[in-house]
């Protein structure tokens, strides 16, 4: 029985797709003519031949694309990196730009705030100083105003003091004048008193006609006094002995003109008055 190795359609098949068995299953069982045989064995050398080279040009030109496509690959990843390098050292010249404008106006924000700083620290030194000026401005003023109030309650007091002064020298002379007068009515009155006779002359009428006129005129003077508030007591005093005065005498001359002892009695009454008076008015003044 024949193999099926040995049949003419397994060794075609055998040629067409793995040809060193063909040949070899075809020259040992010498399926075809021998012509044929070293046709088709020098086609399927030439194939292997082309084969052989074909797959070495292949490689080569693989090779080749693959060492340019790796050059190229390399070129393309160095011009990356150099792109990126670039664009690296752009955006770090680029960064460095903006960190040194965000410093610059850093630095200018912080000039600003020195400058705003400087000139708040100014202003209020300034104002400090103004209320410090204002202070003792106030300070001097208050001290012109009370040396100024001092000085005018010593001017005042000055003034009170001359005034009283001034009153008490014009309340001597006039007081002075008014006990010469006394002095003069008491003896008058007494010389009378000795000698009633004399009553109804006209002599008698003209000395108590002068003595009332005199008290009257030291009455006047006693009023126009300039008398400090402090004297206004005293002259108070001195004016109501002058006005008892002279409505004692004016009793006594009228009951003495009429022989009115009642009258006469009591003019000598408000004469004792008047000396009590007299006395009080010594030790106020005094």
């Given at each position: 029985?024949?193999?099926?190795?040995?049949?003419?359609?397994?060794?075609?098949?055998?040629?067409?797709?793995?040809?060193?068995?063909?040949?070899?299953?075809?020259?040992?069982?010498?399926?075809?003519?021998?012509v044929v045989r070293i046709?088709?064995?020098?086609?399927?050398?030439?194939?292997?031949?082309?084969?052989?080279?074909?797959?070495?040009n292949a490689g080569n030109?693989?090779?080749?694309?693959?060492?340019?496509?790796?050059?190229?690959?390399?070129?393309?990843?160095?011009?990356?990196?150099?792109?990126?390098?670039?664009?690296?050292?752009?955006?770090?010249?680029?960064?460095?730009?903006?960190?040194?404008?965000?410093?610059?106006?850093?630095?200018?924000?912080?000039?600003?705030?020195?400058?705003?700083?400087?000139?708040?620290?100014?202003?209020?030194?300034?104002?400090?100083?103004?209320?410090?000026?204002?202070?003792?401005?106030?300070?001097?003023?208050?001290?012109?105003?009370?040396?100024?109030?001092?000085?005018?309650?010593?001017?005042?007091?000055?003034?009170?003091?001359?005034?009283?002064?001034?009153?008490?020298?014009?309340?001597?002379?006039?007081?002075?004048?008014?006990?010469?007068?006394?002095?003069?009515?008491?003896?008058?009155?007494?010389?009378?008193?000795?000698?009633?006779?004399?009553?109804?002359?006209?002599?008698?009428?003209?000395?108590?006609?002068?003595?009332?006129?005199?008290?009257?005129?030291?009455?006047?003077?006693?009023?126009?006094?300039?008398?400090?508030?402090?004297?206004?007591?005293?002259?108070?005093?001195?004016?109501?002995?002058?006005?008892?005065?002279?409505?004692?005498?004016?009793?006594?001359?009228?009951?003495?003109?009429?022989?009115?002892?009642?009258?006469?009695?009591?003019?000598?009454?408000?004469?004792?008055?008047?000396?009590?008076?007299?006395?009080?008015?010594?030790?106020?003044?005094?």
């Amino acid at each position: 029985m024949v193999s099926f190795y040995e049949r003419t359609w397994f060794i075609i098949l055998m040629l067409i797709f793995i040809f060193p068995v063909g040949l070899y299953l075809m020259w040992k069982y010498k399926k075809f003519n021998k012509v044929v045989r070293i046709i088709i064995t020098v086609i399927c050398v030439i194939a292997l031949i082309d084969n052989i080279f074909g797959e070495s040009n292949a490689g080569n030109t693989s090779v080749k694309e693959s060492t340019t496509a790796e050059t190229e690959a390399n070129e393309s990843t160095t011009k990356k990196v150099d792109d990126s390098e670039k664009k690296n050292k752009e955006n770090s010249e680029d960064d460095k730009l903006e960190q040194e404008q965000t410093e610059k106006e850093e630095q200018k924000r912080l000039e600003e705030l020195e400058k705003d700083k400087a000139k708040a620290e100014k202003e209020e030194q300034k104002r400090l100083e103004t209320i410090e000026k204002e202070k003792k401005d106030k300070e001097r003023e208050q001290a012109e105003k009370k040396k100024a109030d001092q000085e005018k309650r010593k001017k005042e007091k000055e003034e009170i003091a001359l005034k009283e002064n001034m009153f008490d020298e014009q309340l001597e002379l006039q007081v002075q004048e008014y006990a010469k007068g006394l002095k003069l009515i008491s003896e008058f009155f007494i010389f009378v008193g000795d000698n009633p006779q004399l009553m109804n002359t006209s002599e008698y009428r003209k000395s108590t006609d002068e003595m009332i006129a005199m008290l009257n005129r030291m009455l006047t003077s006693a009023n126009n006094l300039e008398a400090p508030k402090s004297k206004q007591d005293v002259k108070k005093d001195y004016q109501d002995i002058i006005t008892t005065t002279l409505h004692a005498v004016d009793l006594f001359v009228s009951g003495g003109k009429t022989y009115d002892m009642t009258q006469m009695e009591e003019g000598a009454m408000k004469m004792q008055e008047v000396n009590e008076k007299i006395e009080s008015f010594v030790d106020k003044v005094n």
